[in-house]
């Protein structure tokens, strides 16, 4: 079997699944007929058509003409791709990741076997899933316990909150007035649903050390699942800092690819939860960074700011890893995701229940429904949150 063709397209996504941004999807095809499909992450947000077009020269240069079942073989040849000894920027991280997502389904089509089966088999028959708290009113702290209920009588045991957005200048300090703030916040949330669900808080290494510790101390009586990057994650002793000064777990992962970035931080005790993000590593990649964390006795909750297909990879992973915790995901897998699928997933009362369907599980996208959305222009979306976030820093002043 050869691969002997890629098709790629930018869908732009509907409300409320991250409305205004575009999703990018893959088509690996075989001379034997059988479809892969891939997805690249968030990432490549307002550079979809550069990304696009570098999947399509690595693809030509180092995949087509290639045996899909060799996965190390080719992941290996994409990461050298640029440059034998050069570190792969993130929009090859996304391209080796679509594409060897793609890969894994074309062999589990083919072998008519699902591809946690191909990765030592299922560890769990259901995946937990959480989402974030939408649905509530930044100036009303309290409107955040009512939509947590919300989320609760739907089934969900865990969600997350961002209670604290980012401003510039990054990292920075947090205000007294900001502490008190999150701390109504999630006293809402357990005055609100108890203790009977996991709620973790949601950062993106806005903050300086010595603020993320204090926000630490000021959070840590409603027990949080997890503080999400606390600071940015490019320097591992100072999120190590962090971790050493709170009993809530820290939890990071998303910005980092392929094993070497995640050893660093598994050896500095820098974070107990590991965000991998399957898109960027790749599925057999994200396995062997699971396997790494299983020995430091850290558990993985995979990233997914992406589409059904990037999904559909990270269930794949989480039924087989013995130390998954709990999986990112939108709400309740439905509405668009659903849509563009042939064979959607099963969400209930929290979790996604495993499928036995060949490949990623999901059949085929519908590229029927994918020509019914364009994208959208990304860097205009772009600017406009950029003044949007102007306009409240300037109120916050």
Not at 53 to 73: C, S, Y
Not at 102 to 109: E, L
Not at 275 to 294: F, R, V
Not at 321 to 338: A, K, R, V, Y
């Amino acid at each position: 079997m050869k691969i002997i063709d890629i098709k790629t397209y930018i869908v732009g996504v509907p409300p409320p699944h991250h409305g205004g941004l575009n999703w990018v999807f893959l088509k690996l095809v075989t001379d034997e007929g059988i479809e892969g499909w891939g997805e690249l992450p968030y990432f490549a947000i307002g550079r979809e058509h550069l990304a696009t077009d570098l999947v399509k020269h690595m693809a030509q240069k180092f995949v087509l003409g290639k045996d899909p079942f060799n996965i190390e073989k080719i992941w290996e040849s994409l990461y050298k791709a640029v440059h034998p000894w050069q570190h792969p920027g993130t929009l090859t991280g996304l391209a080796m990741g679509g594409i060897e997502m793609a890969c894994w389904d074309i062999i589990g089509k083919e072998l008519k076997q699902p591809v946690y089966k191909l990765l030592g088999g299922k560890y769990r028959d259901k995946i937990r899933t959480y989402t974030y708290i939408y649905d509530w009113d930044p100036k009303d702290p309290e409107s955040a316990g009512r939509a947590a209920t919300k989320l609760a009588e739907q089934g969900f045991t865990a969600f997350k909150i961002e209670c604290l957005p980012p401003i510039s200048p990054q990292p920075r300090e947090i205000s007294l007035k900001e502490l008190q703030y999150a701390d109504k916040v999630f006293r809402s949330i357990r005055e609100w649903v108890g203790y009977e669900c996991d709620v973790a808080l949601g950062t993106h290494g806005q903050f300086n050390t010595h603020s993320a510790i204090r926000l630490a101390k000021v959070l840590e009586k409603y027990d949080l699942l997890w503080f999400e990057e606390p600071v940015p994650p490019e320097n591992v002793d100072e999120m190590a800092r962090v971790a050493q000064h709170t009993s809530i777990p820290i939890a990071t992962g998303e910005r980092l690819s392929t094993k070497w970035e995640f050893r660093l931080l598994l050896e500095k005790q820098a974070a107990q939860i590991i965000q991998l993000d399957i898109g960027i590593n790749g599925i057999l990649e994200s396995k062997k960074i699971a396997g790494m964390a299983e020995a430091y006795y850290a558990q993985i909750a995979p990233h997914l700011y992406s589409g059904p297909v990037s999904a559909a990879a990270s269930v794949q992973l989480d039924a087989t890893c013995p130390n998954f915790l709990i999986q990112e995901g939108i709400e309740t897998w439905g509405g668009f995701w659903s849509e563009l699928l042939e064979k959607p997933f099963k969400w209930e009362k929290g979790y996604i229940i495993l499928s036995d369907e060949p490949g990623l599980g999901i059949g085929r996208v519908k590229e029927e429904v994918l020509d019914k959305y364009p994208p959208y222009d990304a860097l205009q979306m772009l600017r406009k949150r950029e003044e949007e976030r102007r306009k409240r820093e300037t109120a916050g002043d």
